[in-house]
């Protein structure tokens, strides 16, 4: 009975538990706000926002259990204000001397920099301390240049041990001031007189890396991935990506609970964009794709590219969009450790197919991550796995590249170093504030300068930053030729070489000279002119007797500039028929691709989608008319006066477009002859015609102000397809399809 009265002396009380909350008091800061993910219950974070150039006391809060906010708000009113940005203390500076001397130094704050007598100034002599919190520039070091290695400087924050720089000598650094060290805490000066890992620097918790900044750097290393054939040794690689290169990328998306739903949706934008990157080179690495929480989600396995027929690329994107941040429930740890051991598994499988093709793949980490792991345990030993596994002995070579990007609102800084890849002059772990311009970030990254080979590239910035049509059409030329008689003619041209210009032969008259002639290239460069050339079966008074005061059969001309222009974003050619390179870009495989294949791959409807350029940059659309709706688009030829049959001023070699079917077509307009008519394919810009006549001039009447075609105007532009044999005499240095695989006649 004692028992049963103890049992039941209390009686449940009435009515559901109050829900847990934090307090709202101490929470708001001056000079800027917070959002909370989850009002004031338990685990929601608190972010706090200061404008440009301030940061706030503490990145982020989080609601406990217990109803009180880590950290918790301070007492103070100091505490709770968005402060100005400082840099790092510069003056660890050896050998000379820092201007001016100051405790702190804020943001557009210039320091400059000298060095004693005998001392020799390397990297920047100025510096300005930038919004993020990192300094302008490189770092600036005073050497008389007497050891083995260069002297390895003193980053802005950090303190060094070690001034011999011989054969075998070390340094080592630590930041200071709460400052996280990023980057190689140790360095060792090598025979070949570089010091080993990665220069370090110190970074405050509100630091972070620029998308420009990060375009850079994470773009050089990528880039070599994709342009550099793989050497025996692998001297100098970083990543590497050849035609035939054997390559595995692996990409882990944090899905846990300390990553909010914007931070997942733009990082998985980043990763598709930089898929999409890489799939408009030659080349077609192996995937794995996962997204990680306390489970790790398969998005695309790796193995099947070994198995099964591999996920194609459409696919890769479409599984990636549908996965549904919002089902994973409430409760979602972080299992860093897990993710690295599902590569690592990934890795030892492949392994198994073919050890000697495996010693010579490349492999690439890319994860996006806070770095928050509050489960699994350290991640470290899985990642000293993966180097064993793909380095062996060597822990030197350079076939396992390991990047973090950190995002989030509450980064663990010190922890992605720790997991990232440290090689001299490269940098693999990147903090990113602003993922939403990553997009334009990844546009940017890749070396346009190296990847000469690679026509049509070009950027679309279809997220929130681009800048619109001069990357969009980088091959686009303007040209103005002034005739003897005083008169100028307008045209436009296109890069297809970086030597040449395509362009219509009717833009030229007899007496004209290369010096009548002015290139205005789309980067706004004038090149000087060397030659021209039109095709041998242009003569526009061909069929003069015959009452045909104009007939523009052949209606094509290239014009040879003095010197190769050099290859960028701004400046490139454009994909033409009958090339290798045009095979590629199309995805045709094979030694035996015919012009045939690349025609029926580009003009696989009757009605096909094609674009060209006013010469003010203005996108315009026109309907390619083929097969059975050739003809009647001929036949608005006979509009023309005088004309009674269109096959008077048409040939096979001309291509039509215009008119209302299936849509009202844009009209080309005086000014646009010469112009390319293109397709885009694979984001490749492939030229397929240049504009040559229409019907009328539309463009001119005043009611038609959107400079639209009509019921019996249509536009006609010369084939490329159809002049093979004149581009393969000039254009020497491209690659083109043996000729009886390529016959002009098709």
Same mark, same amino acid.
């Given at each position: 009975?004692?028992?049963?009265?103890?049992?039941?002396?209390?009686?449940?009380?009435?009515?559901?538990?109050?829900?847990?909350?934090?307090?709202?008091?101490?929470?708001?800061?001056?000079?800027?706000?917070?959002?909370?993910?989850?009002?004031?219950?338990?685990?929601? $974070?608190?972010?706090?926002?200061?404008?440009?150039?301030?940061?706030?006391?503490? /990145?982020? !809060?989080? @609601? &406990?259990?217990? #109803? =009180?906010?880590?950290?918790?708000?301070?007492?103070?009113?100091?505490?709770?204000?968005?402060?100005?940005?400082?840099?790092?203390?510069?003056?660890?500076?050896?050998?000379?001397?820092?201007?001016?001397?100051?405790?702190?130094?804020?943001?557009?704050?210039?320091?400059?920099?000298?060095?004693?007598?005998?001392?020799?100034?390397?990297?920047?002599?100025?510096?300005?301390?930038?919004?993020?919190?990192?300094?302008?520039?490189?770092?600036?070091?005073?050497?008389?240049?007497?050891?083995?290695?260069?002297?390895?400087?003193?980053?802005?924050?950090?303190?060094?041990?070690?001034?011999?720089?011989?054969?075998?000598?070390? $340094?080592?650094?630590?930041?200071?001031?709460?400052?996280?060290?990023?980057?190689? /805490?140790? !360095?060792? @000066? &090598?025979?070949? #007189? =570089?010091?080993?890992?990665?220069?370090?620097?110190?970074?405050?918790?509100?630091?972070?890396?620029?998308?420009?900044?990060?375009?850079?750097?994470?773009?050089?290393?990528?880039?070599?991935?994709?342009?550099?054939?793989?050497?025996?040794?692998?001297?100098?690689?970083?990543?590497?990506?050849?035609?035939?290169?054997?390559?595995?990328?692996?990409?882990?998306?944090?899905?846990?609970?300390?990553?909010?739903?914007?931070?997942?949706?733009?990082?998985?934008?980043?990763?598709?964009?930089?898929?999409?990157?890489?799939?408009?080179?030659?080349?077609?690495?192996?995937?794995?794709?996962?997204?990680?929480?306390?489970?790790?989600?398969?998005?695309?396995?790796?193995?099947?590219?070994?198995?099964?027929?591999?996920?194609?690329?459409?696919?890769?994107?479409?599984?990636?969009?549908?996965?549904?941040?919002?089902?994973?429930?409430?409760?979602?740890?972080?299992?860093?450790?897990?993710?690295?051991?599902?590569?690592?598994?990934?890795?030892?499988?492949?392994?198994?197919?073919?050890?000697?093709?495996?010693?010579?793949?490349?492999?690439?980490?890319?994860?996006?991550?806070?770095?928050?792991?509050?489960?699994?345990?350290?991640?470290?030993?899985?990642?000293?796995?993966?180097?064993?596994?793909?380095?062996?002995?060597?822990?030197?070579?350079?076939?396992?590249?390991?990047?973090?990007?950190?995002?989030?609102?509450?980064?663990?800084?010190?922890?992605?170093?720790?997991?990232?890849?440290?090689?001299?002059?490269?940098?693999?772990?990147?903090?990113?504030?602003?993922?939403?311009?990553?997009?334009?970030?990844?546009?940017?990254?890749?070396?346009?300068?190296?990847?000469?080979?690679?026509?049509?590239?070009?950027?679309?910035?279809?997220?929130?930053?681009?800048?619109?049509?001069?990357?969009?059409?980088?091959?686009?030329?303007?040209?103005?030729?002034?005739?003897?008689?005083?008169?100028?003619?307008?045209?436009?041209?296109?890069?297809?070489?970086?030597?040449?210009?395509?362009?219509?032969?009717?833009?030229?008259?007899?007496?004209?000279?290369?010096?009548?002639?002015?290139?205005?290239?789309?980067?706004?460069?004038?090149?000087?002119?060397?030659?021209?050339?039109?095709?041998?079966?242009?003569?526009?008074?061909?069929?003069?007797?015959?009452?045909?005061?104009?007939?523009?059969?052949?209606?094509?001309?290239?014009?040879?500039?003095?010197?190769?222009?050099?290859?960028?974003?701004?400046?490139?050619?454009?994909?033409?028929?009958?090339?290798?390179?045009?095979?590629?870009?199309?995805?045709?495989?094979?030694?035996?691709?015919?012009?045939?294949?690349?025609?029926?791959?580009?003009?696989?409807?009757?009605?096909?989608?094609?674009?060209?350029?006013?010469?003010?940059?203005?996108?315009?659309?026109?309907?390619?008319?083929?097969?059975?709706?050739?003809?009647?688009?001929?036949?608005?030829?006979?509009?023309?006066?005088?004309?009674?049959?269109?096959?008077?001023?048409?040939?096979?070699?001309?291509?039509?477009?215009?008119?209302?079917?299936?849509?009202?077509?844009?009209?080309?307009?005086?000014?646009?002859?010469?112009?390319?008519?293109?397709?885009?394919?694979?984001?490749?810009?492939?030229?397929?015609?240049?504009?040559?006549?229409?019907?009328?001039?539309?463009?001119?009447?005043?009611?038609?102000?959107?400079?639209?075609?009509?019921?019996?105007?249509?536009?006609?532009?010369?084939?490329?397809?159809?002049?093979?044999?004149?581009?393969?005499?000039?254009?020497?240095?491209?690659?083109?399809?043996?000729?009886?695989?390529?016959?002009?006649?098709?």
């Amino acid at each position: 009975m004692c028992l049963l009265s103890l049992i039941t002396v209390s009686a449940p009380a009435l009515g559901a538990p109050s829900e847990v909350v934090c307090p709202e008091i101490r929470l708001s800061i001056q000079g800027g706000n917070y959002t909370l993910s989850k009002d004031f219950r338990v685990g929601s $974070v608190l972010v706090y926002h200061c404008p440009t150039g301030y940061f706030p006391p503490v /990145s982020t !809060r989080r @609601c &406990q259990k217990t #109803g =009180e906010w880590n950290p918790p708000p301070s007492t103070s009113r100091r505490g709770r204000q968005c402060k100005l940005v400082t840099c790092p203390d510069p003056l660890a500076f050896q050998h000379g001397s820092v201007f001016p001397l100051q405790d702190k130094y804020h943001v557009n704050d210039t320091t400059t920099y000298e060095c004693v007598s005998d001392y020799k100034l390397t990297g920047s002599p100025t510096r300005t301390c930038q919004a993020n919190g990192k300094w302008s520039g490189s770092t600036p070091i005073c050497s008389h240049n007497s050891g083995h290695c260069p002297d390895p400087g003193i980053p802005a924050g950090s303190r060094r041990t070690g001034n011999n720089f011989l054969i075998g000598d070390t $340094v080592t650094y630590r930041c200071e001031d709460k400052l996280t060290l990023v980057g190689s /805490s140790e !360095r060792t @000066c &090598q025979e070949n #007189g =570089e010091w080993t890992g990665q220069e370090p620097e110190c970074y405050y918790f509100y630091t972070f890396d620029t998308p420009e900044e990060i375009s850079m750097v994470f773009g050089n290393s990528l880039e070599t991935s994709l342009m550099t054939e793989m050497t025996g040794e692998q001297e100098g690689k970083k990543i590497k990506l050849a035609a035939d290169a054997n390559l595995h990328i692996y990409i882990a998306l944090d899905g846990s609970d300390s990553i909010d739903v914007d931070a997942f949706n733009n990082s998985r934008q980043v990763i598709k964009k930089l898929i999409e990157q890489i799939s408009f080179y030659e080349v077609t690495p192996k995937y794995d794709v996962v997204v990680f929480a306390t489970e790790v989600t398969p998005i695309v396995n790796i193995r099947d590219y070994y198995v099964r027929t591999p996920t194609e690329l459409f696919r890769v994107i479409e599984d990636l969009d549908k996965f549904d941040y919002n089902a994973r429930g409430d409760d979602v740890g972080t299992d860093i450790a897990k993710a690295f051991h599902h590569i690592y598994s990934q890795m030892s499988w492949i392994r198994t197919q073919n050890e000697t093709k495996f010693v010579n793949s490349s492999h690439v980490i890319i994860m996006f991550t806070d770095g928050e792991a509050n489960m699994g345990g350290n991640p470290r030993p899985k990642i000293e796995q993966i180097k064993y596994l793909i380095q062996g002995n060597k822990p030197d070579s350079n076939n396992l590249d390991i990047y973090m990007f950190g995002v989030g609102d509450d980064i663990q800084k010190k922890d992605l170093n720790s997991f990232a890849t440290k090689r001299p002059g490269e940098k693999h772990v990147f903090y990113v504030e602003d993922l939403d311009k990553l997009h334009v970030t990844f546009d940017k990254m890749l070396d346009e300068s190296t990847s000469v080979g690679l026509c049509g590239l070009h950027k679309d910035y279809a997220f929130t930053g681009g800048t619109g049509a001069p990357l969009r059409h980088p091959w686009m030329a303007e040209i103005a030729i002034r005739h003897e008689n005083g008169h100028t003619s307008n045209c436009m041209g296109s890069l297809v070489t970086p030597r040449f210009i395509l362009t219509a032969a009717h833009c030229f008259q007899f007496e004209d000279t290369q010096r009548s002639v002015a290139v205005t290239l789309n980067s706004g460069k004038i090149p000087a002119v060397k030659n021209f050339k039109l095709h041998e079966g242009y003569n526009i008074t061909a069929k003069r007797s015959k009452g045909v005061k104009e007939f523009y059969d052949y209606d094509v001309a290239l014009i040879e500039l003095a010197q190769d222009v050099k290859i960028s974003a701004l400046t490139r050619p454009v994909c033409i028929p009958g090339t290798k390179e045009t095979s590629r870009a199309l995805k045709l495989a094979g030694d035996d691709v015919t012009c045939k294949q690349q025609e029926d791959k580009l003009f696989n409807n009757e009605y096909e989608q094609a674009l060209f350029l006013s010469p003010k940059k203005k996108m315009k659309h026109a309907t390619i008319k083929l097969g059975k709706k050739t003809q009647p688009c001929f036949e608005a030829a006979k509009n023309v006066k005088g004309v009674t049959h269109y096959k008077e001023l048409l040939t096979e070699r001309f291509l039509c477009t215009g008119g209302l079917e299936p849509k009202t077509d844009d009209a080309a307009c005086k000014g646009e002859s010469g112009g390319a008519l293109f397709l885009e394919r694979n984001k490749r810009s492939i030229q397929v015609g240049v504009i040559s006549w229409g019907v009328s001039d539309v463009c001119s009447e005043r009611e038609n102000k959107q400079k639209k075609s009509t019921a019996k105007h249509r536009d006609y532009h010369i084939s490329l397809f159809k002049v093979q044999q004149f581009l393969k005499d000039h254009l020497t240095s491209l690659e083109f399809i043996d000729q009886q695989k390529c016959p002009e006649s098709l």
